[in-house]
């Protein structure tokens, strides 16, 4: 690939595309995974750890249910996308030429895709208690350090994500095209919305500032329907003009974060 160029091989990556990923079947497998990891973000808050991500106790049932589903539309849709390996390969074939190879593809896509989760436990052993009970207080307290680290980092990403939105409705609400207010979905609502719902149920009850803003900036489109909105230009200024004093409030929020009441860590 660098000779083609003249370029130096050490400067210069290449790769090949051993599937069509715009196939249907390939883009259901890659639908149900992201749907599957979507909604895993959507009802758990961030942890520290890579991959580790904190659950409502009371949804534990629910997430287990759901996520065999996900995994159960996932097998189906493999094993659908299985069916036309060989075509697929086939198509491969001609496309790549003389860089096709057998053995860059398995027998069988079974097996290939999975979703999978468990529960780990992120508390200090019991057992270190019992063998080194200053060992076991360090590691408690590195674990209440932990949590008191993911509190911080759901308030952060709560801000951020209320701050897209709120943002991004007044600028639907204030902003002109061509002299003419410019065109909004109903989803600059109905996101709002979902928010307000998602951080009830995950909300850890640890910024009176953070709850007071959500309150706040809730009560600004209780009961406002989008395309009322549209119609009420007087209404439209009024919101924005809101909304725009919240959004000044959640930036201060970021930049000044006050002391916080910290999550402790279960025992």
Known sequence: AAESFDAAGDFLSAGKKLLDTRCPAFKAVSAVRNNARGYWRAISLPFPEPAIRLIPQNRLSAFQDEMG???DELTLAVTNLDAEFEE???AARIRLGTLYNERDYPASLDGAFEVSWDFPSVEPPTYLRRLDPELFEAESRRVQARFDEA???AEQAFVEELGRLVSHLT???TGEADG???VFRDSAIGNLQ???TRFQSLNLRSSEQLDSLVEQCQQIVQGVRPQTLRDDANLRRE???QLS????LLDDLLVDRPRRRLLRAPK
């Open 69 to 71: 589903r996900f995994r």
């Open 88 to 90: 697929l390969k086939t």
């Open 151 to 153: 509190v911080q980092m």
């Open 171 to 173: 600028e639907r609400l």
């Open 180 to 182: 003419q207010p410019k």
């Open 194 to 196: 979902e928010f307000f």
């Open 239 to 241: 919101v924005a003009s």
């Open 245 to 248: 004093g919240v959004t000044g």
